[in-house]
């Protein structure tokens, strides 16, 4: 008996403790854009992204709007990706991304962006989940599909080129699958060089 009502403690602890850590996520979810964006990287890469930032604020309010809900840091690494699950969460921009132009640089900021908008709109819809996001929610190939479908959409607000516009509109989403072993994952990005 007392095996039994050890077992049942240890197994409401347990309890007590994933709904404390789940909460606290809740919360941050909840309040992602509390905070002022952060650019991480040289001052010519914050020059560049706040650039694009203004021309989303001027000639995309909605997508500079989402930027600012739902990115907490736009840092310069050696490859552009979204760390949604990371808090806050943590852009990474390549140069190549962030110099080819500034109307691709703010493109790409959408893009990346509403890859983190998918992964916590699932997480407010489904705040009681104790295990992680799947990828599935927030990068795959239909996901690729809605934020290349997103980033279109921006760049023709902002007047990119016509050649970025092109580029971006003949995306069917398996640009990320760079090994084409059929889908996204960390093996990617170990190569990605943009």
């Known amino acids: 008996m007392k095996k039994l009502i050890f077992v049942l403690g240890v197994l409401f602890f347990s309890l007590i403790i994933l709904i404390m850590i789940n909460y606290y996520k809740i919360l941050v979810v909840k309040n992602l854009n509390s905070k002022e964006l952060v650019i991480k990287g040289t001052s010519e890469f914050k020059n560049q992204i706040s650039q694009a930032l203004d021309l989303l604020k001027e000639k995309a309010p909605e997508a500079y709007d989402m930027v600012n809900e739902y990115v907490g840091t736009i840092e310069q690494r050696k490859r552009t990706s979204m760390g949604a699950q990371k808090m806050p969460p943590r852009m990474s921009m390549a140069d190549k991304s962030t110099y080819f132009s500034l109307t691709w640089c ?4 959408a893009h990346e962006a509403f890859h983190s908008k998918l992964y916590h709109d699932y997480r ?3 705040p009681w989940r104790f ?13 690729e599909r809605k934020c290349v479908k997103y980033q279109l959409e921006v760049l023709k607000q ?17 640009h990320g699958d760079l090994n084409r072993d ?10 990605l060089d943009w």
């Open 106 to 109: 703010a493109g790409t900021i």
């Open 124 to 126: 407010r819809k489904h």
């Open 131 to 143: 295990w992680p996001v799947p990828r599935k929610i927030w990068a795959n190939f239909e996901t």
């Open 158 to 174: 902002i007047n990119a080129p016509i050649g970025e516009i092109f580029n971006v509109a003949k995306q069917d989403g398996t």
């Open 182 to 191: 059929g889908k996204i994952d960390r093996k990617e990005y170990s190569v």
